[in-house]
């Protein structure tokens, strides 16, 4: 029967009843049958199969029992699922062979790692993992209390182990009061620190398997390097510097001095000499451009400078920037004393 232009359309949801459906489906369920014309405002019971016509009477139809509707209209979903289990089946039958392989080219031994969550979470299992030994270098003079925190847990699981630890900072982490607190709380035993004037960026190694490196300025995407040729040249790279360290227990190389130099202001010097500026030599030293700055007061000071181009003068006719004084052969020990 056509549909008069007056009668609004029939629209709802796909593959649902509309509340006329389940009214006319109710009653017909009720009834064991109903008459055709009664459906009308429910094509969608006509759709889903839930209504066959009385094969007594084609003016009256008959309601199909819920649980033989549901079994009809399910056999598409379930062949769809059936199809998808047998594909991913397929698929993981033709790929699990290649893990091996994939796992063995080096090619494929870098991952870049985005996020802090997620490269903690790496580093973390890196460390968990580790039964050889875990060198680190840490550049910069400070760090923050939440990331030593982070440091201090991971350190002590470490040594519980007994796996080796070994740290490479710069000169001015000696002076860190936050840091001097976060090695009072590390277990005795098996951990080393050296600290060097200059280093490079961050570097984590565990055992010979997998090494860490920043990726970006601000250190949250990293790269997870397990490349076993770049993960011997960062061990051996690592021990250059280590060799050239002083370990945290011994003082600063210090000469008995004639002028009232440290050790810091001397590795200013030497850059400003090369001519760095400040905030280059802050970076270079792990310093704040601030702290730089008032150390090339104090040697404006001890040296009587009244200028920077005489500083730098006067710095080259002391020796004291690591170039030996105009009139002599020999490259002298610029006297500094520590701190």
């Not at 199809?83 to 290649?98: K, V």
């Not at 006719?317 to 020999?330: K, L, N, V, Y």
Request: glycine share 4%.
């Amino acid at each position: 029967m056509g549909r008069d232009e007056d009668t609004p359309a029939h629209a709802h949801k796909n593959r649902a009843l509309c509340d006329a459906a389940v009214r006319i489906y109710t009653e017909a369920l009720s009834a064991g049958r109903i008459p055709r014309t009664a459906i009308e405002p429910a094509p969608c019971l006509t759709e889903l199969a839930l209504v066959h016509p009385d094969p007594q009477d084609e003016a009256w139809v008959r309601p199909v029992p819920p649980s033989a509707a549901l079994a009809h209209l399910l056999q598409p979903v379930v062949r769809e699922i059936h199809e998808r289990i047998s594909l991913s089946a397929a698929l993981a039958d033709s790929l699990a062979p290649l893990a091996a392989v994939a796992s063995t080219d080096p090619n494929l031994a870098i991952t870049v790692l985005e996020g802090i969550p997620l490269i903690d979470a790496a580093v973390q299992h890196a460390t968990e993992s580790a039964t050889e030994e875990i060198r680190t270098l840490q550049p910069g003079s400070t760090r923050p209390p939440d990331q030593l925190q982070r440091a201090l847990s991971r350190a002590r699981l470490t040594l519980e182990r007994g796996t080796p630890l070994r740290h490479i900072y710069q000169h001015p982490i000696r002076y860190n009061q936050t840091f001097k607190a976060y090695l009072n709380q590390m277990p005795p035993g098996l951990i080393e620190i050296r600290t060097l004037e200059q280093t490079v960026e961050r570097l984590l190694v565990f055992d010979h398997t997998v090494a860490f490196i920043p990726a970006n300025t601000a250190r949250d995407v990293a790269l997870e390097i397990r490349h076993p040729a770049l993960i011997r040249y960062l061990i051996q790279m690592y021990e250059v510097l280590w060799a050239q360290a002083t370990p945290l227990t011994d003082p600063l190389p210090a000469p008995p001095p004639s002028v009232s130099v440290t050790a810091v202001q001397l590795s200013v010097a030497r850059l400003l000499v090369e001519g760095h500026t400040d905030q280059v030599v802050a970076g270079k030293l792990g310093i704040s451009v601030r702290t730089c700055r008032a150390h090339v007061s104090r040697l404006m000071h001890t040296l009587n400078a009244t200028s920077r181009t005489q500083l730098g003068a006067l710095l080259v006719r002391s020796g004291m920037d690591g170039s030996a004084p105009p009139g002599t052969t020999e490259k002298p020990v610029p006297p500094v004393t520590p701190g």
